[in-house]
């Protein structure tokens, strides 16, 4: 097993273990705010180069390059907005609201480090709703920046850089977290995704102005990059996956936890089974299949331990990163259930905007429901896929899909993961008298 | 009747102040009708129109679309418990159904006292603290069912020190005018000044 990061080699979670690292006096005792200073003596081309350079990955799921998707604003138009998405909500993920509790300063600084770059002229921090304490964290940091003179009219003295930092929160919809949706929110509006294109948020966004949607872990990396230069964060992970990525690692393991590794080049199997990370499964049990990143991904199986936390390879196995939340399943786990829990999510948070989705997705549930209660029919397996392939042709990875945003296709993944692999576990809930009917007819 | 009290009316426009488009308030004014009367009223919804300069139909779109914007009376204290995958792992069903037996409602049910509604909940990012839950949006981890019985009979003699429902942050965010940058409305500047900005002509930075 390779090492796993030493604490010196944390970037985001480094004042986690810091009492009053969410307070300004804790921030700025452990060099908080220094970016933002290093950041304001530079030209904003130049810093925007540096996050270029650094090739930091979105962290919300999708894995873009921020400092390509910042460079697709059409020129000449203004004004233009940062939305800080942090409507954190796939089930299994859980960073973005540790990083907003205990570090929100971070966050604070990297969203005008942003502003200063590109010429963003305000923005809105979307915190999830049912984050109360996130949002009382955030209030109290932007109070006490505004104060300080970090946020607000003449950042740091500057007669020219002046960004307002308005907190929103939202009212649980985890749609919302898809950044058209959650535009669609902030516009006071149901949140129900736009097409792309011609609604790609970074041309046509907020009020119809440029925009830019970063993920918190996202913005929380801009500090240290624009500190410690773009090399010193490029230089650090895998060659295409840089820096440190934080993955929360949860269920049938020892120690669950949230633990932020080197990018690309950590193994699944160091972090679910290092004792310094996740520490294995749970006494007497073995693993029987994981997910990777978050709901919506593909699972994971045993022959996929030893692959590296690393975009490109994770996206070629057939599955996905996504945002950093690895679910481990044991021996004990019946997997018609889980599949039916995950199925259900998404059938319940579907928006209601795509046929394909809306009634797809509930089709799925109860489908699952049904089996689960022993009123199953043989023909419903190859039903399930076949509902499946009418929400994503061809259920292939990356999914293919009849909807506006990837909520529909999410909900196949982990149908198709579980019964291409686990198929005997669901024939298992058919009634007994209907397995004798098929016997017969076939 | 139920319309925003004068220390909401406050709130409300100091929110409004905050975005350049006033209809983007709307979800943080419903938030804060139901701090106020403890879920959103008919009335408050047609007064937070009557601010952001909508109809009182739009206002109810877009509060009917949100989980936590609740348009009926709920009990004082919602305990929501979480059924994401990670819960659902290690035992949400087991803790449900046991929040099911004791207070003898199903989610989404209220107690006869007033005191409590229950609800099943998708993932509420705590999934290494499996199962968990939360009681008006404050989490409890690794709840087994001594833990939920003792948080019931704390919030039934109200000493569990939680809020009452539509309180969410007990600080709220406020801008100084004398640090206020101003709100950037769409139809408004050009390009914003420091853009100018090149690396032979920028100073200090201060």
Request: proline content about 7%; some cysteine.
């Given at each position: 097993?390779?090492?796993?990061?030493?604490?010196?080699?944390?970037?985001?979670?480094?004042?986690?273990?810091?009492?009053?690292?969410?307070?300004?006096?804790?921030?700025?005792?452990?060099?908080?705010?220094?970016?933002?200073?290093?950041?304001?003596?530079?030209?904003?081309?130049?810093?925007?180069?540096?996050?270029?350079?650094?090739?930091?990955?979105?962290?919300?799921?999708?894995?873009?390059?921020?400092?390509?998707?910042?460079?697709?604003?059409?020129?000449?138009?203004?004004?233009?907005?940062?939305?800080?998405?942090?409507?954190?909500s796939e089930p299994?993920?859980?960073?973005?609201?540790?990083?907003?509790?205990?570090?929100?300063?971070?966050?604070?600084?990297?969203?005008?480090?942003?502003?200063?770059?590109?010429?963003?002229?305000?923005?809105?921090?979307?915190?999830?709703?049912?984050?109360?304490?996130?949002?009382?964290?955030?209030?109290?940091?932007?109070?006490?920046?505004?104060?300080?003179?970090?946020?607000?009219?003449?950042?740091?003295?500057?007669?020219?850089?002046?960004?307002?930092?308005?907190?929103?929160?939202?009212?649980g919809a985890y749609i919302v977290g898809e950044?058209t949706a959650?535009?669609e929110?902030?516009?006071?509006?149901r949140g129900m995704p736009?097409?792309?294109?011609?609604?790609?948020?970074?041309?046509?966004?907020?009020?119809?102005?440029?925009?830019?949607?970063?993920?918190?872990?996202?913005?929380?990396?801009?500090?240290?990059?624009?500190?410690?230069?773009?090399?010193?964060?490029?230089?650090?992970?895998?060659?295409?996956?840089?820096?440190?990525?934080?993955?929360?690692?949860?269920?049938?393991?020892?120690?669950?936890?949230?633990?932020?590794?080197?990018?690309?080049?950590?193994?699944?199997?160091?972090?679910?089974?290092?004792?310094?990370?996740?520490?294995?499964?749970?006494?007497?049990?073995?693993?029987?299949?994981?997910?990777?990143?978050?709901a919506s991904?593909?699972?994971?199986?045993?022959?996929?331990?030893?692959?590296?936390?690393?975009?490109?390879?994770?996206?070629?196995?057939?599955?996905?990163?996504?945002?950093?939340?690895?679910?481990?399943?044991?021996?004990?786990?019946?997997?018609?259930?889980?599949?039916h829990?995950v199925v259900r999510f998404f059938a319940r948070e579907s928006c209601g905007k795509c046929t394909p989705c809306r009634e797809g997705t509930s089709w799925l549930e109860k489908i699952l429901?049904?089996?689960?209660?022993?009123?199953?029919?043989?023909?419903?397996?190859?039903?399930?896929?076949?509902v499946c392939?009418n929400i994503s042709?061809?259920?292939?990875?990356?999914p293919?899909q009849t909807t506006i945003c990837p909520l529909g296709p999410s909900a196949v993944s982990p149908i198709?993961?579980?019964?291409?692999?686990?198929?005997?576990?669901?024939?298992?809930?058919?009634?007994?008298?209907?397995?004798?009917?098929?016997?017969?007819?076939? | 009747?139920?319309?925003?009290?004068?220390?909401?009316?406050?709130?409300?426009?100091?929110?409004?102040?905050?975005?350049?488009?006033?209809?983007?308030?709307?979800?943080?004014?419903?938030?804060?009708?139901?701090?106020?009367?403890?879920?959103?009223?008919?009335?408050?919804?047609?007064?937070?129109?009557?601010?952001?300069?909508?109809?009182?139909?739009?206002?109810?779109?877009?509060?009917s679309f949100y989980e936590?914007?609740?348009?009926?009376?709920?009990?004082?204290?919602?305990?929501?418990?979480?059924?994401?995958?990670?819960?659902?792992?290690?035992?949400?069903?087991?803790?449900?159904?046991?929040?099911?037996?004791?207070?003898?409602?199903?989610?989404?049910?209220?107690?006869?006292?007033?005191?409590?509604?229950?609800?099943?909940?998708e993932c509420?990012?705590?999934?290494?603290?499996?199962?968990?839950?939360?009681?008006?949006?404050?989490?409890?981890?690794?709840?087994?069912?001594?833990?939920?019985?003792?948080?019931?009979?704390?919030?039934?003699?109200?000493?569990?020190?939680?809020?009452?429902?539509?309180?969410?942050?007990?600080?709220?965010?406020?801008?100084?005018?004398?640090?206020?940058?101003?709100?950037?409305?769409?139809?408004?500047?050009?390009?914003?000044?420091?853009?100018?900005?090149?690396?032979?002509?920028?100073?200090?930075?201060?």
């Amino acid at each position: 097993m390779s090492a796993p990061a030493p604490p010196d080699l944390r970037i985001i979670t480094s004042r986690f273990d810091v009492e009053d690292g969410h307070t300004l006096a804790g921030y700025e005792r452990t060099g908080g705010y220094a970016g933002l200073r290093r950041a304001l003596e530079m030209a904003p081309a130049d810093v925007h180069s540096e996050v270029r350079t650094a090739s930091l990955l979105g962290r919300g799921g999708a894995g873009f390059p921020a400092g390509v998707k910042w460079g697709f604003c059409p020129p000449g138009v203004w004004p233009r907005y940062l939305v800080v998405n942090g409507d954190e909500s796939e089930p299994g993920t859980y960073k973005d609201r540790l990083l907003m509790e205990r570090d929100p300063h971070q966050l604070i600084e990297g969203c005008l480090i942003a502003c200063y770059a590109l010429g963003l002229s305000q923005c809105f921090l979307y915190v999830r709703g049912e984050m109360a304490h996130a949002q009382e964290r955030l209030a109290a940091a932007l109070n006490e920046a505004y104060e300080a003179g970090y946020v607000g009219r003449n950042v740091l003295g500057a007669p020219d850089f002046s960004v307002d930092i308005t907190l929103h929160w939202g009212a649980g919809a985890y749609i919302v977290g898809e950044e058209t949706a959650l535009i669609e929110s902030l516009e006071g509006n149901r949140g129900m995704p736009r097409l792309k294109p011609p609604y790609f948020p970074a041309s046509i966004g907020l009020y119809g102005k440029p925009t830019i949607v970063n993920n918190v872990e996202t913005l929380a990396n801009l500090p240290w990059i624009v500190s410690n230069g773009g090399e010193a964060f490029a230089a650090m992970g895998a060659d295409s996956s840089t820096g440190t990525r934080v993955f929360a690692v949860s269920g049938h393991v020892a120690s669950p936890g949230v633990f932020e590794v080197p990018f690309g080049t950590t193994t699944f199997r160091d972090i679910i089974f290092d004792p310094r990370y996740a520490g294995g499964m749970r006494p007497g049990r073995t693993l029987k299949t994981f997910i990777p990143g978050g709901a919506s991904a593909p699972w994971f199986f045993e022959e996929h331990l030893d692959l590296p936390l690393e975009k490109t390879t994770v996206d070629q196995a057939g599955s996905m990163l996504g945002s950093g939340a690895i679910v481990v399943m044991d021996d004990t786990t019946d997997v018609v259930k889980a599949c039916h829990n995950v199925v259900r999510f998404f059938a319940r948070e579907s928006c209601g905007k795509c046929t394909p989705c809306r009634e797809g997705t509930s089709w799925l549930e109860k489908i699952l429901s049904r089996l689960l209660a022993g009123q199953g029919r043989p023909q419903d397996l190859d039903l399930l896929m076949d509902v499946c392939d009418n929400i994503s042709p061809g259920i292939n990875w990356p999914p293919r899909q009849t909807t506006i945003c990837p909520l529909g296709p999410s909900a196949v993944s982990p149908i198709a993961s579980a019964l291409e692999r686990f198929r005997s576990e669901f024939e298992a809930y058919l009634p007994a008298t209907a397995v004798t009917v098929t016997g017969v007819a076939s | 009747m139920a319309r925003l009290n004068a220390n909401s009316l406050g709130v409300a426009q100091e929110i409004i102040a905050r975005y350049p488009v006033p209809r983007s308030a709307l979800i943080p004014l419903l938030h804060l009708a139901q701090e106020q009367e403890g879920y959103v009223t008919e009335d408050a919804m047609a007064h937070i129109a009557e601010l952001v300069g909508v109809t009182p139909a739009e206002v109810m779109g877009t509060c009917s679309f949100y989980e936590m914007l609740k348009r009926e009376p709920v009990g004082e204290y919602m305990v929501n418990i979480c059924n994401g995958i990670s819960c659902h792992l290690l035992g949400s069903s087991d803790l449900i159904h046991h929040a099911e037996a004791t207070l003898g409602v199903r989610p989404g049910g209220t107690t006869d006292d007033g005191k409590i509604t229950l609800e099943a909940v998708e993932c509420i990012a705590a999934c290494t603290e499996a199962p968990c839950l939360q009681v008006n949006y404050r989490y409890r981890n690794r709840v087994t069912a001594d833990d939920f019985d003792q948080l019931v009979s704390e919030l039934r003699d109200d000493t569990a020190k939680v809020a009452s429902h539509g309180q969410l942050a007990m600080v709220r965010q406020h801008i100084g005018d004398d640090r206020r940058a101003g709100v950037s409305p769409p139809d408004g500047q050009g390009e914003p000044a420091w853009m100018a900005r090149n690396p032979s002509d920028n100073g200090d930075g201060s």
